[in-house]
């Protein structure tokens, strides 16, 4: 008995000895295997929150030393709400969601005709796509001599379809911003026709079948068995689509630079012009805050109506 | 029946072959007026088959003239390829550590990786900017690759893949002796092989047409990206639009052509993980 006892202990020990330090092994594996990762987001992305959040009650300039820095509380966020380019920008900056929308139904629509109506599928899908993929500013710098005020292809048709007074585009004050818009809508329509055409493979089969045998016609079939079927991309697309419209930069920062009269001023680049041209570190930190709030509370909306609003 | 199901077909992919190549104008001018003497560019009716034809001194002068091309052409093949390089390699080590190796916090600390998704880019530029000026960083290539090197996105896509090889695979290999390296290496990564691609494909992508973060952390001429080249060359050229649009098509053609070798892939991996930017 004893004898038995002294003879397995060891063994049972060399085992567990052997478990904790294969256990210790994986761990530490676990840990160099994402530690790139960790690192470079801690460093680039973790800190600059918190920094962010820490500048934004800050009063303080790039072109000043550190020691200039001087807390000022809430103050940046109380001028914030007074600051008519920012009030204006945030203006912008829900005119600018109707982007969202728009493009949905056109890509719906682009993507429900091309789905099973058509031939030569393969080539719709990378015509629509082209926008997306090209580079923004080459984009941008097209559609900049496109919308040319006198002399651009666009007014020219437009004149010669017998419009006196076309509209000055990017130009003019009250149509910078829908210019912009239609920018985007172009852009941004082969996005979510890809992403259509994915939620459509998904629609089982055999429901059309059912309302063909009951006679129902393509709009009833769109309306009763498409359109529900399909509302967990279409929410997907408008709280992506919102929130990249909170991002938009590139086209403004190449058009128009927030003019004209500040009419395409939108909260980003704001921001940026607030930050490294005018220098104002503190108070673009608070802009910074204003934004990472907004697009938080987008998400956090998602994780909820998810659940709620997806019809299934 | 099958008859009039063939006519509408056709009909319809008439409608959309008009709808599409309207939808494309904007590339075509751009394309055609590239070739285009200055002085033909504003013709009205719209010459959309040159008659004088200038295009290899449009190009030449883009490529070669004053504001070269082939210099910033460089600079982001460098920056592209490297950034796409590295951030593949950064993000299936995660990958792979976040859904096949066990050890301490794994779940939270992928949360807390996944949650910094969210953080819209602009709202972190200025401690960053900060940050690079501070270490160094700022005005050179490695800092701008390093900006896009850590992403949280492919490390959720390749996470996706790693998830569905059976576990039973790695307890086997294990069981032979295999450490975590070796079974990353020769088991998992051939497995996920076409994920890699797909977001190598969109990564390169992205990675060209940055323009945000080359404006913000590259000061010197020399050092500039080809988004932030083809501004600059439009503010220089202001008035000579065929140049400039010769300048817009080789800024936008290598794009064209990996989407097109790749466009498989790229279509799959958008629709797959609805992915963005």
Redesign the interface.
């Known amino acids: 008995m004893s004898v038995k006892t002294e003879l397995t202990t060891p063994v049972k020990v060399v085992e567990k000895e052997e478990k904790i330090a294969k256990e210790k092994s ?9 530690s ?3 690192i ?2 801690s ?7 918190f ?2 959040f820490a ?1 934004s009650f800050a009063d303080w300039s790039f072109i000043t030393p550190l020691s200039q820095l001087k807390w000022v509380g809430f103050d940046n966020f109380t001028r914030l709400f007074e600051d008519t380019v920012f009030l204006k920008s945030l203006r912008n900056n829900a005119i600018f969601v109707l982007t969202v929308p728009i493009c949905m139904a056109i890509s719906l629509l ?1 993507a429900v ?2 789905d099973r ?4 599928k393969g ?9 997306y ?7 941008a ?3 900049q ?2 919308f ?1 005020p006198s ?3 666009i007014n ?1 048709v437009l004149m ?1 379809l017998g419009i006196e007074n076309p509209p000055l585009w990017i130009a003019d004050p009250n149509f910078a911003l829908i210019s912009i818009m239609i920018i985007q809508v ?1 852009i941004s ?1 082969g ?1 979510n026709m ?2 259509y ?2 939620g459509l493979q998904s629609i089982p089969r055999d429901l059309y079948e059912a309302a063909d045998i009951d006679g129902a016609n393509a709009w009833v079939k769109f309306r009763h068995i498409t359109l529900p079927m399909i509302s967990p991309t279409s929410f ?2 408008f709280i ?1 689509g919102i ?2 419209t ?2 938009v ?2 086209l403004i ?2 058009l128009t630079k927030g003019g004209p009269m500040n009419s395409t001023s939108m909260i ?1 680049w704001n ?2 012009d607030t ?2 041209v005018n220098l104002k ?1 503190g108070y ?2 608070a802009m ?2 204003v ?2 709030i907004v ?2 509370g987008i ?1 956090v909306f998602q994780w909820i109506g998810q659940k709620k609003w997806v019809n299934y | 029946m099958a008859n009039s199901l063939i006519i ?3 009909i ?2 008439v409608i ?2 008009v ?2 190549v309207l ?2 104008l ?2 075509v ?2 394309l055609s ?1 590239s070739f285009k003497i200055e002085a033909d560019v ?1 013709k ?3 010459q959309w088959i040159p008659e004088r034809w200038n295009g290899f001194k449009n190009y030449q002068e883009v490529w070669f003239g004053d504001y070269p091309f082939y210099v910033y052409y460089w600079n982001t093949i460098k920056v592209t390829v490297i950034t796409t390089c590295v951030s593949v390699v ?2 299936a ?2 990958a ?3 859904s096949k ?4 916090f ?1 779940k939270f ?1 992928f949360m ?2 996944l949650a ?1 998704y ?14 690079f000026r501070k270490i160094g960083l700022f005005d050179s290539h490695f800092g701008l690759i ?2 896009g ?2 992403s ?1 996105l492919g ?1 959720f896509m390749l996470r996706q893949f790693f998830m569905s090889i059976h576990n039973d695979y790695i307890e086997a290999a294990k069981i032979d002796g295999a ?3 070796r079974i ?1 290496w020769s088991i998992a990564l051939p497995i996920v092989k076409p994920a890699i691609a797909t977001y190598g494909i969109l990564r390169f ?1 992205w990675t ?2 940055d ?2 973060n080359p ?2 952390f590259l000061r010197t001429d020399s050092l500039l990206t ?2 932030i080249a ?2 600059k060359f ?1 503010t220089i050229n202001g008035e000579f ?1 065929s140049l ?2 010769a ?3 080789s ?2 053609l290598p ?2 052509i990996v ?2 070798i790749g ?1 498989k892939q ?2 799959e991996g ?3 993980g ?1 992915v ?2």
């Open positions: 994986e761990n530490l594996t676990g840990i160099l295997f994402v790139p990762m960790l470079g987001v460093v680039l992305v973790l800190l600059p929150i920094a962010t500048l682009i005709t091309i109506n058509v031939y030569l080539f719709f899908k990378v015509a629509f796509f082209m926008p993929i090209s580079s923004v500013v080459a984009i710098v097209v559609w001599v496109l040319h002399q651009g292809p020219q010669s172009w329509i996005f890809i992403i055409l994915a997907f697309l992506t929130i990249s909170f991002k930069f590139d920062a190449v980003v921001l940026y930050a490294f570190i673009a930190s910074a805050v934004l990472f697009v938080f998400t | 509408r077909k056709s319809i992919t959309m072959l709808c599409s939808f494309l904007p590339f001018w751009m007026t504003f009205f009716p719209i950064v993000s080590l995660a792979y550590g976040f190796v066990k050890f301490p794994g600390l807390i990786v910094t969210m953080v819209p880019p602009q709202a972190i530029l200025v401690p960053q900017f900060i940050l390093l900006l090197s850590f949280v490390t450490g975590h390296w990353f992508i060209w047409n323009y945000q404006l913000i080809i988004q083809m501004q439009t639009y400039i649009m300048a817009a098509v800024a936008i794009l064209v989407f097109i466009q790229v279509i958008i629709a797959l609805g963005k930017g």
